[in-house]
């Protein structure tokens, strides 16, 4: 299994166990700015029985070497279609390949064809919600490509007990589910926190809890450049004593969640699954760029104002059941097609080549510099240079390698969160 950040490890290495359960899982980190720590993939609770780091070139060097029978792309969409592309290559002279299977790590609101078609190609492309495979077999139709790969399950970590109502032996627990990127503007996300704040103060025997993905330092899918943990501070009057800033396993979270807050998280679905009480903000406008939009007929839309006020969203169980939110129990089975295509591909003698939408025929101005990207020619290849190494490098050398990776990532990070804001300002002058 191939991922590239936090939430694509999570997501990767849970349908990793979904599709083979109790199998060995060989895990592979693909090399840049977002690689999660080993606190960020401990959190997840899967553990790989081998983990590595490599680039583009190194995984599929190693994936032509080992046998597997299935390998699991967990990777942003030029990502996949660049492994795509190198697993083909090096695969092309073998007698047999594994099954190659690939799918999002969430709600799909955005680049819904972008996304897709760079995903084409692998043998199984999971949709995570009938809604989903609807839209991904229109999607692919629309382009001409074939459509048989898409194959409906849901989401890998939905899970855990069924709300039972308020339990009578700690505080009522609202929990705001922050995202990265979602609002991105520092006024809007110092606006979330001063409401969340406000709802503590007007509700003194509540539990308030701002549950963020990253602790200061550590990288996620989206670089953040206003960090809550600092936009906290500059609430005015501070955070009140019952409401704190929280991180850990969402799963453990929403074992004391009695409200979900979020903007448009994919844990609005985890908390939806265990029928917990969810709320998608208003506040900011229901529009494509936050997200929120995807829960247009759910039931779940409401304002801080209406949230403070006692409202509690119900759900629409037609809207849950499209979007493979299984709270009546059926989620046991939700993996059961997967399982029996990727039994039936991995039956027979030989695969055919891996065939993506984009080659150099369909798209010569837009697949080449996505391989070079991740280290191949426009034919699959290895860029000169960029082939895995032909001897292990020493202790020494690694944690060189590592020290220097470390390094460029925080100076990435401290590029988006300090100095582009001033430049920024300063063109506004």
Known sequence: MLADSDTRWKWGALTAHRLAPGGPLDGYLLRGRATPTVRQLAEVGVRADALREVTGAEFVAAAGRERYDVVVLACVGGAVQAMLHGLG??????????????????????????GLLLRHGADVVLANSRHDAE???????????????????????LGGERYAGAAQDRPYTVVFAAQPSVPEGRADRIYLLERAARHARLHPERDVLIKLRSRPGEHTTHIEEHPYQKLAARVPGGLPPNCRLVYGHMGDVLDRTDLLVTVSSTA????????????????????EPLGNHHFLGSGCLASWDELDAGHLPEPDPRWTARQGVAADGTYEHAFDAARERIADLTARSALPPLAPYYTARTAPGYLPAILARHGFDP????????????????????????????????????????VAPVIRRMGEL
């Open 89 to 114: 290559h090096a695969w092309s002279a073998a007698p047999a390949r594994p099954v190659v299977v690939t799918g999002y790590v969430g709600v799909v609101y955005e680049k819904l064809a972008d």
């Open 135 to 157: 839209r991904f077999r229109a999607v692919y139709a629309g382009a001409g490509a074939p459509d048989d790969s898409v194959t409906e399950c849901a989401l890998p970590f």
């Open 268 to 287: 609005a679905l985890e908390s939806l699954h265990r029928a917990v009480p969810t709320a998608v903000l208003t506040d900011l406008g229901i529009r």
């Open 379 to 418: 034919q699959g290849g290895p860029l000169p240079g960029r082939a895995a190494p032909a001897r292990e490098e020493s202790a020494l050398r690694r944690a060189t390698r590592s020290a220097l990776r470390d390094a460029a990532r925080g100076a990435y990070r401290h590029g988006v969160q300090r």
